[in-house]
């Protein structure tokens, strides 16, 4: 017999249930269990049955403690109170993001097992039409040729949504060369949809690692219903192009045809350069450190930086700066100019910056910066460590920043990865591979992906993970 519950009811629904089952499990009354609780039975009879909300995530800690749940169990019933408050698009989106951030966080930005293939092609014995109905066959041909056409300075152009073999493909092609790869995608934008931001953070990685890895890498997108797109009659979705090649292929690359014919190119070509003036730009690459704070400073807003250490840059001084930083005379004062412009910038919005105590220790300990590449400075000394970090406390306390530290055990900071996310309207991401010697700088505009972070991390900010502005200060101090 169906059980039929009232609207208002059924964000509670599951967890009730749950809550319901992991009871009767125990064999336990709801009069003993209220009773452990410290709370009145009636009460916890009306949870029960959908009728009342739990009244906070105190209550789901301390009811797990009561009926000595599992981990595993525990975990579940907070996710269900968590998509209670929530709601399930809301919930299913931020642990997207999380995700992601986890992924990027440990994304190999050099990949020595990407060399797969550089196989030289004698281009005329290539047929010059090529059927595929076999996927091994057609996947290692794929990658023969582009990898050939490419290591004889081809670029690549590519219409095709973001996947985990267009993404290794494009990779193992574009590894050591110096040849630009035009990717031409859809973003889910459907009028209606509950939430469009979740096909758009689902491909989002893929574009993301291949950006990260190439900084030729050139990503552009335009609208269009998921749904509408997957359900086309079109059966040959997937087009590659290269100087000597025209790849078709259906959208799971195990069908495909292969074109060397030089007219077929040149006029696919041409329609590809048509369509790609349709379409936005998704990403911008700035080479270095000076041209990254451009990204950020000029975005007029206000900013959310997520970094394993502080953001010290702005607590670097002058004369700090002059007597470490090992650049050429007009490089040293470019860099300095920048610096200013950042911290007049950052005056003048609401910047919180959310590090690891670890990344304060580390910092502390050792004087490395990490926003800066290891071979641009020499670290500076305690004492000059313990005035920045005075210089922190200042902006702290006058209001000018919000420094706040993540606590480790609910959130691992990755050295790999600085995130900054302005009100709406960039995110701006930094990479950094194992040694510091290298690092990827990336601007995302797009507003579904945009938004889904930027919600995240206010959302992140809130919660117990992150230390109140003034238990920071206390930790910041402890360090002096």
Same mark, same amino acid.
């Given at each position: 017999?169906?059980?039929?519950y009232r609207k208002d009811m059924m964000p509670m629904s599951q967890f009730s249930e749950l809550l319901r089952e992991y009871i009767k499990k125990k064999d336990i009354t709801i009069k003993a269990l209220a009773e452990k609780c410290g709370i009145d039975r009636t009460y916890l009879h009306k949870i029960l049955k959908g009728e009342?909300?739990? &009244?906070?995530?105190?209550?789901?800690?301390?009811?797990?403690?009561?009926?000595?749940?599992?981990?595993?169990?525990?975990? /579940?019933?907070?996710?269900?109170?968590?998509?209670?408050?929530? $709601?399930?698009?809301?919930?299913?989106? /931020?642990?997207?993001?999380?995700?992601?951030?986890?992924?990027?966080?440990?994304?190999?930005?050099?990949?020595?097992? @990407?060399?797969?293939?550089?196989?030289?092609?004698?281009? +005329?014995?290539? &047929?010059?039409?090529?059927?595929?109905? +076999?996927?091994?066959?057609?996947?290692?041909?794929?990658?023969?040729?582009?990898?050939?056409?490419?290591?004889?300075?081809? +670029?690549?152009?590519?219409?095709?949504?973001?996947?985990?073999?267009? =993404?290794?493909?494009?990779?193992?092609?574009?590894? $050591?060369?110096?040849?630009?790869?035009?990717?031409?995608?859809?973003?889910?934008?459907?009028?209606?949809?509950?939430?469009?931001?979740?096909?758009?953070?689902?491909?989002?990685?893929?574009?993301?690692?291949?950006?990260?890895?190439?900084?030729?890498?050139?990503?552009?997108?335009?609208?269009?219903?998921?749904?509408?797109?997957? %359900?086309?009659?079109?059966?040959?979705?997937?087009?590659?192009?290269?100087?000597?090649?025209?790849?078709?292929?259906?959208?799971?690359?195990?069908?495909?045809?292969?074109?060397?014919?030089?007219?077929?190119?040149?006029?696919?070509?041409?329609?590809?350069?048509?369509?790609?003036?349709?379409? @936005? #730009?998704?990403?911008?690459?700035?080479?270095?450190?000076?041209?990254?704070?451009?990204?950020?400073?000029?975005?007029?807003? %206000?900013?959310?930086?997520?970094?394993?250490?502080?953001?010290?840059?702005?607590?670097?001084?002058?004369?700090?700066?002059?007597?470490?930083?090992?650049?050429?005379?007009?490089?040293?004062?470019?860099? #300095?100019?920048?610096?200013?412009? $950042?911290?007049?910038?950052?005056?003048?919005?609401?910047?919180?910056?959310?590090?690891?105590?670890?990344?304060? @220790?580390?910092?502390?300990? =050792?004087?490395?910066?990490?926003?800066? &590449? /290891?071979?641009?400075?020499?670290?500076? =000394?305690?004492?000059? /460590?313990?005035?920045?970090?005075?210089?922190?406390?200042?902006?702290?306390?006058? $209001?000018?920043?919000?420094?706040?530290?993540?606590?480790?055990?609910?959130?691992?900071?990755? #050295?790999?990865?600085?995130?900054?996310?302005?009100?709406?309207t960039s995110l701006n991401i930094i990479a950094r591979n194992n040694c510091f010697s290298d690092f990827s700088y990336l601007k995302i505009s797009e507003t579904s992906l945009v938004q889904a972070f930027w919600d995240y991390f206010q959302h992140f900010i809130d919660s117990d993970a992150v230390c109140s502005h003034e238990e920071?200060?206390?930790?910041?101090?402890?360090?002096?």
């Amino acid at each position: 017999m169906p059980v039929f519950y009232r609207k208002d009811m059924m964000p509670m629904s599951q967890f009730s249930e749950l809550l319901r089952e992991y009871i009767k499990k125990k064999d336990i009354t709801i009069k003993a269990l209220a009773e452990k609780c410290g709370i009145d039975r009636t009460y916890l009879h009306k949870i029960l049955k959908g009728e009342r909300k739990v &009244p906070s995530v105190d209550f789901v800690e301390n009811i797990s403690l009561q009926l000595m749940l599992s981990t595993e169990d525990k975990s /579940r019933l907070m996710e269900l109170y968590n998509i209670s408050e929530m $709601g399930e698009d809301v919930y299913n989106r /931020r642990k997207q993001v999380s995700k992601i951030i986890h992924d990027m966080a440990n994304t190999n930005m050099e990949d020595p097992d @990407a060399l797969t293939f550089k196989t030289e092609v004698d281009i +005329d014995s290539v &047929p010059e039409i090529s059927i595929y109905t +076999d996927k091994r066959e057609l996947r290692k041909n794929l990658q023969v040729l582009i990898c050939s056409d490419v290591h004889n300075g081809s +670029d690549i152009q590519v219409i095709a949504q973001p996947t985990e073999f267009l =993404t290794n493909l494009l990779s193992i092609a574009a590894e $050591g060369s110096e040849s630009t790869i035009n990717h031409l995608f859809f973003f889910d934008n459907t009028s209606g949809e509950k939430n469009t931001a979740k096909y758009n953070l689902d491909i989002f990685p893929f574009i993301c690692h291949l950006a990260q890895k190439h900084e030729k890498y050139e990503a552009f997108y335009y609208y269009e219903g998921a749904s509408a797109y997957f %359900n086309s009659t079109n059966i040959m979705p997937n087009i590659m192009i290269t100087n000597n090649f025209l790849i078709r292929t259906d959208s799971d690359y195990c069908e495909g045809v292969i074109y060397r014919s030089k007219p077929m190119v040149e006029f696919y070509m041409r329609q590809f350069e048509k369509f790609k003036t349709k379409c @936005a #730009k998704l990403l911008d690459h700035a080479v270095d450190i000076l041209e990254y704070v451009y990204f950020w400073y000029d975005d007029n807003a %206000n900013f959310i930086g997520v970094d394993f250490q502080p953001c010290t840059m702005l607590c670097l001084t002058e004369d700090i700066y002059n007597a470490h930083a090992l650049l050429p005379a007009d490089a040293k004062k470019f860099v #300095k100019a920048k610096l200013t412009m $950042g911290k007049k910038a950052l005056s003048e919005h609401k910047f919180v910056n959310l590090f690891s105590e670890k990344g304060l @220790a580390e910092f502390m300990t =050792t004087g490395e910066i990490f926003e800066l &590449p /290891r071979n641009s400075y020499t670290f500076p =000394t305690l004492a000059e /460590r313990k005035i920045m970090l005075q210089i922190m406390i200042s902006l702290c306390e006058n $209001g000018m920043a919000d420094y706040r530290i993540i606590k480790d055990d609910y959130f691992a900071v990755s #050295k790999n990865l600085c995130i900054n996310i302005s009100d709406n309207t960039s995110l701006n991401i930094i990479a950094r591979n194992n040694c510091f010697s290298d690092f990827s700088y990336l601007k995302i505009s797009e507003t579904s992906l945009v938004q889904a972070f930027w919600d995240y991390f206010q959302h992140f900010i809130d919660s117990d993970a992150v230390c109140s502005h003034e238990e920071t200060i206390e930790i910041l101090r402890s360090y002096l």
